[in-house]
Nanobody, 118 residues
Framework: QVQLVESGGGLVQFGGSLRLSCAAS????????MGWYRQAPEKQRELVAT???????NYADSVKGRFTISRDSAKNTVYLQMNNLKPEDTAVYYC????????????WGQGIQVTVSS
């Protein structure tokens, strides 16, 4: 089973920065796409950023210009650099990977809390 382990979350003040890491148990190139989602209380989980095996990226409009998704294949790790954080960024952030084949496999990390204070 694929394991995704997030780290780097925590409490940060308005305008601050955090870098989230997602360490995968196997090569990130074995996935069609990896990315980050987030979920605030009483809200639906939403896409934050994704990166395909070919390097194409996609961002939610709310984070464009502030967040950057990147990868380090040698470490089987995907990162989310979050700058100029706002209180509305407060949520549990989940690492996600998608593998396409005979069957579709969708994997999730355990989630990590990001809290942005005023």
């Amino acid at each position: 089973q694929v394991q995704l382990v997030e780290s780097g979350g925590g409490l940060v003040q308005f305008g601050g920065s955090l870098r989230l890491s997602c360490a995968a148990s196997e090569s990130i190139f074995s996935f069609y796409r990896m990315g980050w989602y987030r979920q605030a209380p009483e809200k639906q989980r939403e896409l934050v950023a994704t990166i395909t095996s070919g390097g194409s990226t996609n961002y939610a409009d709310s984070v464009k210009g502030r967040f950057t998704i990147s990868r380090d294949s040698a470490k089987n790790t995907v990162y989310l650099q979050m700058n100029n954080l706002k209180p509305e960024d407060t949520a549990v952030y989940y690492c996600n990977s998608l593998r396409l084949g005979v069957s579709t496999y969708d994997y999730w990390g355990q989630g990590i809390q990001v809290t942005v204070s005023s």
